[in-house]
């Protein structure tokens, strides 16, 4: 089993910034790679960037979010974090770290992860 623990989340100002965390633990040898998904109220769960935990470091993204996210991780500290830039209203949302084990390619659909966070409440608002 592996565990995932978010944290970071509050209330961010619009055009702010915010940095999530997720820490994971347990069998995390094979988890790869590593994703950010968020859900609003009565909206569907939608991706928003992820990144190999092997390899590479470069993350990949949603198309309508790149250039406000960034996705970085440190290994030795089991714990990749999300980035949000240029904060809008729009962002509100429930974030939620999860993890695959398969060594998917990009994976961007939540059907293709296999364990998941707690989530943590992102609020953007004057």
Not at 56 to 65: K, V
């Amino acid at each position: 089993q592996v565990q995932l623990v978010e944290s970071g989340g509050g209330l961010v100002q619009p055009g702010g910034s915010l940095r999530l965390s997720c820490a994971a633990s347990g069998r995390i040898v094979g988890i790869n790679p590593m994703g950010w998904f968020r859900q609003a109220p009565g909206k569907e769960r939608e991706f928003v960037a992820g990144i190999n935990t092997r390899g590479r470091l470069a993350g990949f993204f949603a198309d309508s979010l790149y250039g406000r996210f960034t996705v970085f991780r440190r290994n030795d500290l089991n714990t990749v974090y999300l980035e949000m830039f240029s904060a809008k209203p729009g962002d509100t949302a429930v974030y939620y770290c999860a993890a695959d084990e398969s060594g998917g390619s990009e994976p961007r659909n939540a059907v293709d992860y296999d364990y998941w966070g707690q989530g943590t409440q992102v609020t953007v608002s004057s």
